[in-house]
């Protein structure tokens, strides 16, 4: 297993009931009588974002356990997947914030395009990180490396966490 201390206190509850809660959740506002606007279709993508990310975790989570030749690239992509998916549920998140509180225009499209391409050069990061061998990488006798210190997963939670904390305090005047 390598240097990775995280995978011992995983257990596949915790990933299923977070997909039964977003599909409960999916089915609650599919049949209620909500006025459909562009923040229902944002909190939408992020409940849809969230089933894949902990699907994807599950099949992560069970494939790392037994690392082969066959699954490495499994593997890779169940990760991969997660982690982006849960950056982007994120970045939903700050859009539908953003949404509440009725930000001016020009500083609106400035946040938007600061968070998302910090989304997207994440997503980059996240997709080389086993080319470049700087976070989580497989070696070739089949040993998990994750580095702790060049995991940019956390990063961006902090980043993001502070623009909305932030956006948050900026406009607090305009929530009830």
Known sequence: MGDVLFYTNYHVAGDVMAVVICVATLFLLNSTYAVKRQNLAVFKRAIVLCILAAWTSMGYHLMVQNVTNKNVI?????R??????????????????RNLVG???SFAIAMRFSVVGVAIFATAWIILTPVTRLGFYIDENLVVHQNYYMDIFRYIYTYYSISVITLLLAYRKNFI
């Open 80 to 97: 991969a997947t997660s982690y982006i998916c849960l950056i982007w549920v994120y970045v939903c998140f700050f859009i539908y914030i």
């Open 103 to 105: 930000m001016r225009r």
């Open 74 to 78: 499994g593997i890779y992509i169940c």
